[in-house]
């Protein structure tokens, strides 16, 4: 069971806690930038809209682009139900075809999650992504993190894997790994400076909130939620969390 607490109006979980407030503080800001103007946004691999449907529902216009027929289906319900079916556009594709599939310079803000991991080529990825924004914009970018997928084969006593993940350059445990590739802060750094943006702040997603079992979430789901966000920025416990957060601008 995850913990909730509301931050604005999205549904706000321990296991999304620290996307949502970097999000929360661009939305401010670009809100002043642009006099209140909504903002394009475009979701890559956004699947059944669980960011984009609450950005749409706070004003703002989405495109959720997704390589699954069925996700982008429960997208377009969810939509609906929440009355903002004329602000969010479904479009099938996977990330590795981004960039024939949104304008240059359209997006001011472009949610990249769970994708680089699974794409054949991540830096064609950032690329396109980089591209899609306009002068100011930025990105939010959330992989899988080589760090927490060791520690937790180690503490499974799959210690073969985690050796693999360590030595491996992809960051893999092997040819079954269901991922192609993992990321540390400084790796993911690299992918978006390489292509030009400016990375601005990197947290820790899911610190302790997969580690706890599920009687302790669910007896103070406040303090699981407030202890995530005080450890997000904190290293060591960022580069440990089983994703990394990176919010970086054009």
């Known amino acids: 069971m995850e913990t909730s607490a509301r931050i604005g109006r999205p549904h706000v979980t321990a296991r999304t806690a620290a996307v949502w407030a970097v999000l929360r503080r661009e939305l401010d800001r670009q809100a002043d930038r642009l006099d209140g103007r909504a903002l394009t946004v475009l979701d890559v691999g956004g699947g059944t809209g669980g960011f984009a449907v609450p950005l749409a529902e706070a004003g703002h216009t989405v495109t959720v682009i997704d390589a699954s ?20 556009r479904a479009v099938q594709g996977d990330g590795d075809a981004l960039a024939s599939l949104v304008d240059p310079a359209s997006a001011d803000l472009v949610l990249c999650h769970a994708v680089l991991e699974v794409v054949d080529d991540p830096n064609r990825v950032a690329s396109a992504i980089a591209a899609a924004l306009r002068p100011g914009g930025a990105v939010s970018l959330l992989v899988a993190s080589r760090a927490a997928a060791i520690l937790g084969r180690a503490v499974n006593g799959h210690l073969r894997a985690a050796a693999a993940l360590v030595t491996d350059p992809a960051g893999r445990a092997g040819p079954r790994d269901t991922l192609l590739r993992r990321f540390d ?14 990375v601005e702040e990197t947290h820790g997603v899911r610190v302790v909130a997969d580690l706890l079992p599920a009687t302790v979430l669910e007896e103070d789901p406040q303090a ?7 450890l997000s920025a904190r290293p060591p416990f960022r580069d440990i969390a089983s994703q990394l957060h990176l919010f970086a601008r054009r």
Do not use: H, I, M, Q
């Not at 802060?185 to 400016?198: D, I, K």
């Not at 699981?224 to 005080?230: A, N, P, Y």
């Open 185 to 198: 802060a400084e790796s993911a750094t690299a992918l978006l400076t390489a292509v030009g943006l400016t």
């Open 69 to 88: 027929p069925d996700a982008l289906a429960a997208l377009t319900r969810r939509a609906s139900d929440a009355g903002v079916a004329d602000r969010v």
């Open 224 to 230: 699981v939620l407030d202890l995530e966000l005080e």
